[in-house]
């Protein structure tokens, strides 16, 4: 496709055709562009009880209301503040890698890859860890819906998770703290900076993201240094390579696939194709990011690649407001696990791996 239709109208499987792009350059032209928008309620009625949950959160905002809504958490993000985090981060890594010590078989992703950045960002939100296990079932069933619908399951599951929500919210009026969701929560009183569906849809963003991301690059990145045992080798006696290790298994790997959906605000010609205004756009990020135009030799894995400027954490207003912290994880997760475990083996074909179902998070379901 990035050769020969580098720009397809595509058919998804949930019956809506998307603009799909392919190319390095057009995706970073295309996350530029301030005519794909994101506020689809502009083109279509919205007809979900529970959508606004989701909606009201900048990822699903223009401008500016979309500057509004990342400036109320964007501090708690900086690259500073999250570096003061390190201690914490490789605490909780340590005693997740403690607890599998001794055990012959091991899946990565539930005792290692899912936990670590759930408990780092519940305690960053202010959120019992406890309840970690009810997140990750709401959470996973939400993104994963294969059809782009919402049936019962997924909407009992909508339910369950806004009650969660409402209980803890009215906790934290009470009781606040230092977290995330109690700043939030100060916000929103003052009225003018935050509505109520905005606190609901922020926090939602910061839990989903917190659960279906980290855990692919943690994961991704064991897949693709397992897979290339030299490359395996060298972090392990040069552990200082980790930071573009990282950046490497993010491109060579993408732990999420393709762009939210962008929808064009007027009709235009956007690289030779004719987009009419409504027309969703989507951004195909691990096919940018593997683009020859742009990275020599693609399909290698090489740690060493140095400084990339890789899609995976998007571009533009809406690029990843969590990388600084993503990339933190990644770091600790991965050298800790191999410095510690330097034996480590895939312990099924890597053909028999399940990936997960739906379209934007790139991950497997288990890594034994
Ligand atoms: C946005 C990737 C981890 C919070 C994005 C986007 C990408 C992305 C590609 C842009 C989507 C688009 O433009 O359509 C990733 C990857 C991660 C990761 C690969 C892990 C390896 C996190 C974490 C958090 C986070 C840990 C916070 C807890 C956000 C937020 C946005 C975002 C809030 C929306 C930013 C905006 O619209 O201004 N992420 N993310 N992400 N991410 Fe991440």
């Known amino acids: 496709l990035r050769e020969e239709d580098p720009v397809p109208y595509v058919l998804l499987p949930d019956g809506q055709y998307a603009w799909m792009i392919t190319r390095y350059e057009d995706a970073v032209a295309a996350l530029k562009e301030q005519r794909f928008i994101k506020d689809f309620t502009k083109f279509y009625e919205e007809d979900m009880e529970n959508a606004d949950l989701f909606s009201k959160n900048m990822l699903f905002a223009d401008p500016p209301d979309h500057k509004r809504l990342r400036g109320l958490v964007s501090k708690a993000f900086t690259p500073q503040l999250i570096a003061g985090m390190r201690d914490r981060i490789q605490e909780i890594t340590d005693e997740l890698l403690e607890e599998i010590a001794g055990k012959k078989n091991v899946n990565l992703i539930d005792e290692f890859a899912f936990p670590l950045p759930i408990i780092v960002i519940c305690e960053m939100l202010g959120i019992p860890t406890d309840d970690r296990d009810k997140f990750r079932i709401w959470s996973n069933s939400i993104i994963e819906d294969p059809n782009g619908g919402y049936d019962e399951k997924v909407q009992q599951h909508m339910n369950d998770f806004v009650q969660y929500l409402q209980k803890r919210f009215a906790y934290v009026r009470e009781n606040p703290g230092n977290g995330l969701i109690s700043q939030l929560i100060i916000a929103e009183e003052k009225g003018d900076q935050l509505t109520e569906q905005e606190l609901y849809g922020v926090v939602t963003l910061l839990i989903i993201a917190g659960h279906e991301t980290t855990v692919n690059l943690i994961g991704n990145a064991v897949m693709a240094l397992l897979e290339h045992p030299r490359q395996l080798a060298l972090l392990k006696n040069q552990p200082e390579l980790i930071h ?86 990644g770091e600790i997760a991965i050298n800790s696990l191999i410095q510690r475990y330097p034996n480590i083996k895939l312990n099924i074909d890597k053909n028999d791996l399940e990936w997960r179902s739906g379209m934007i998070v790139r991950g497997v379901k288990e890594l034994p």
């Open 244 to 329: 573009t290790a990282i950046e490497e298994a993010l491109r060579f790997n993408d732990p999420v696939e393709f762009s939210t959906s962008r929808w064009a605000a007027e009709s235009f010609e956007f690289k030779g194709k004719s987009i009419s205004k409504g027309d969703l756009v989507i951004v195909v990020l691990n096919s940018a990011n593997h683009d020859p135009n742009q990275f020599k030799d693609p399909d290698v894995f090489d740690i060493t690649r140095g400084k990339s400027r890789h899609l995976a954490f998007g571009k533009g207003i809406h690029a990843c407001l969590g990388a600084p912290l993503a990339r933190l994880e």
